[in-house]
């Protein structure tokens, strides 16, 4: 009941890669152990209960997603790139631990990353018509490729998170830079670089 689970630091470790990767700013990430989870909801940054056994805090492009018009982005073009970099956000959570798992990443959709899908169907219904098509589709194989990628970092990652339970943002963004072994200054963080066949 002490432990965490790796699965879970795994979930986590995606998230927090898919904020980095997008540079968005993150608080904390945190796994709980089984007993916390199993004692009731934790208390984040902002005050706010949450009934999670792991939590990226961090910051979205698309603050409430729920709160818009469904299709705005058809009217707002820019947000077209702030909705796809946000549903990496969402999913590369889940597709980490699927990876991990050797499980197909819907299993995970509907269990340990349900509000995952949920928030990433909100952003959805946010894209222009002509992007409905292939929104999910085009979403998790951006995920997957973006987690494969960097799975080296993502592994390092969890096995800390699993260890520590809980790290601050900072230590987070400068691990990951790290292990990347990429420079802050030449990078290609661009959603067309996890469109490369073979990539």
Known sequence: MNTRARPTAFHEAGHALAFWWNERPIERVTVRTQAEAASGP????HGNLQQVEGLVEASYFVLR???EAPGVAEYLPSMVEWIERDLLNCFAGPIAEAIYRHAPPEQFFKGSGR??????????SLLPARKLLDAHSRAIARSHCLVQRYW?????????????GTV??????AL???????????RDHTLASLDRTGA
């Open 42 to 45: 934790m208390l984040d940054l």
């Open 176 to 186: 990951l830079w790290e292990l990347s072994e990429e420079s802050p200054e030449r």
């Open 115 to 124: 509000g995952d899908w949920v928030r990433g169907e909100e952003l959805i």
């Open 168 to 173: 601050d943002g900072q230590t987070i963004t």
């Open 65 to 67: 997603p729920s709160g």
């Open 152 to 164: 080296p970092a993502v592994s390092a990652l969890a096995q800390r998170l699993q260890t520590e």
